[in-house]
């Protein structure tokens, strides 16, 4: 309370009042919400097909977002209660204020694959879980206090991010609003797992939170939102016609870098990639 910064009066109810409206514990003013603006600022710049796919619904920030911006929201928290709030806030909003948009919310993980919404996204667009940060609880949740960061790694975030990945059409675009913290990388992790999925970063916004004021100073709560976008998947490589059937391919080990592919004039060294690609025409292949 020695703070001028938060006690900036000399009165004892200014400074009484001051600390009930900001909390009790710590005298800290509780989490921002997702910030409307910041949020409305991504849908409009990165919108490509008038569908979004919110991967963590949040309090309704993000919902209300593309509800006043007339852009079909699609949407996957565990949390059932929030998800029955949710829907009642969008029937609220249609009653009210009309709303011709599509609004789909799943009562589950974004682990969870949707078939019916593959190749249907032109931008995800969420700030998930930060692992252990908070622990929400309710419903069939990302972490619990036995998850290890490895797993939740491996059970939530990849997961999460190879249906992202199948949601979106070509060129659709991630962003995904992550930072490190103490202990776990997680904007670094997420950005090499991004990779390995099928993703690009091509930019980096600023979220620009509310600054939260704590009894040892003003904390600065800015973030990134990380840009990606889905690669290409045509192999840009020039292969003479083949006459013959093209040879089955053998299970390739790990550490094998190329082989050879023989036409009837030449021997054409191509990377292992590259071959599955040719020959294996949809499947989704690994080096």
């Known amino acids: 309370m020695t703070n001028t910064r938060v006690f900036d009066s000399n009165k004892l109810s200014t400074n009484i009042d001051t600390a009930i409206r900001l909390g009790g514990h ?20 990165y919108n490509i097909n008038n569908n979004w796919y919110d991967f963590s619904c949040g309090w309704g920030v993000r919902l209300i977002c593309a509800m006043s911006l ?5 949407g996957t928290d565990p949390n059932y209660l929030l998800t029955e709030r949710l829907e009642q806030l969008s029937n609220d909003y249609k009653d009210n204020i009309g709303l011709s948009t599509i609004i789909d ?8 694959f949707i078939p019916e919404w ?3 996204m032109g931008l995800a667009f969420s700030s998930p879980p930060y692992f252990d940060l908070e622990d929400y609880v309710i419903g069939k949740q990302s972490y619990n206090k036995n998850t290890s960061y490895e797993a939740w790694k491996a059970n939530y975030l990849k997961p999460t991010l190879n249906n992202i990945y199948k949601y979106l059409i070509n060129d659709g675009i991630l962003a995904f609003n992550i930072k490190n913290g103490k202990t776990y990388k ?8 991004a990779d390995e999925c099928g ?12 600054q939260r004021i704590t009894s040892s100073g003003l904390i600065n709560n800015a973030e990134n ?29 790990d550490d094998t870098e190329e082989q050879s592919v023989k036409t009837n004039n030449d021997s054409i060294e191509v990377a292992v990639a590259d071959v599955l690609d040719i020959y294996l025409i949809g499947v989704k292949s690994k080096k």
């Open 26 to 45: 710590n005298i800290a003013s509780l989490p921002p919400n997702f910030p409307m603006k910041i949020a409305k600022d991504i849908v409009k710049k």
């Open 70 to 74: 007339g852009v079909n929201y699609y």
């Open 105 to 112: 919310i799943r009562t589950q993980g974004s682990e969870c």
């Open 118 to 120: 593959e190749n249907k």
């Open 186 to 193: 997680l904007a670094d992790d997420t950005k090499e797992l």
């Open 199 to 210: 993703f690009q970063l091509v930019n980096i916004e600023l979220l620009t939170n509310n």
């Open 225 to 253: 939102i990380f840009i990606f976008k889905k690669k290409e998947s045509n192999i840009n490589i020039s292969v003479p016609t083949i006459e013959t059937q093209p040879v089955a391919c053998d299970p390739i080990e």
